[in-house]
T-cell receptor, first 114, second 115 residues
């Protein structure tokens, strides 16, 4: 298995509170991604990173921010959590960008916003 | 808007038979295609990637790509109960500016292998 961990694995929080999810990799891959998975929607890209301090928005980025200060860590922050952000969040990594960018997923974080 | 379409299923296949999973995509210039397997409560696991028209085989799995028809499929031979899972089709959309866009996923097909 690719060396990807996510923390926390489960979190329950209240509306309006800030939440930070962490993705940590030991593969030294350049590219990292955050997705959310919801019933009826499948996996959707939130943000991605193509290097330290280099990030960009994905399809569903509103309400989320990211940071990448080290190759191995990619943080996803919900500044003020809402119930619509209740979801399962997956981090993915890829050695390549562009074509042939096989992505490998972490174990996921289940977030519940009450 | 880029779309990836899959039949949600469930697709029920007897053990030992061939399971055939299909996927269509809307972005004609997409270049890379992936199949992931996801067990309930687990993360997606990459099982096949395909980049050129034709067939690509890996063990019991065969991926088929037809870019003219914008169609990609996954065949699972000698299906086993352990193959029961949701299979996600993913497409790497056409790139602009050389960035590393994420994948566009279909909603998945739920496959059940009946013993």
């Amino acid at each position: 298995d690719a060396g990807i961990t996510q923390s926390p694995r489960h979190k329950v929080t209240e509306t309006g509170t800030p939440v930070t999810l962490r993705c940590h990799q030991t593969e030294n891959h350049r590219y990292m991604y955050w997705y959310r998975q919801d019933p009826g929607h499948g996996l959707r890209l939130i943000h991605y990173s193509y290097g330290v301090k280099d990030t960009d928005k994905g399809e569903v980025s509103d309400g989320y921010s990211v940071s990448r200060s080290k190759t191995e860590d990619f943080l996803l922050t919900l500044e003020s959590a809402t119930s619509s952000q209740t979801s399962v969040y997956f981090c993915a990594i890829s050695e390549r960008g562009g074509e042939h960018n096989e992505q490998f997923f972490g174990p996921g974080t289940r977030l519940t916003v009450l | 808007q880029k779309e990836v379409e899959q039949n949600s299923g469930p697709l029920s296949v007897p053990e030992g038979a061939i399971a055939s999973l299909n996927c269509t995509y809307s972005d004609r210039v997409s270049q890379s295609f992936f199949w992931y397997r996801q067990y309930s409560g687990k993360s997606p696991e990459l099982i096949m990637s395909i980049y050129s028209n034709g067939d690509k085989e890996d063990g019991r799995f065969t991926a088929q790509l037809n870019k003219a028809s914008q169609y990609v499929s996954l065949l699972i031979r000698d299906s086993q109960p352990s193959d029961s899972a949701t299979y996600l089709c993913a497409v790497n959309p056409a790139l602009t500016g050389g960035g590393a866009d994420g994948l566009t996923f279909g909603k998945g097909t739920h496959l059940i292998i009946q013993p």
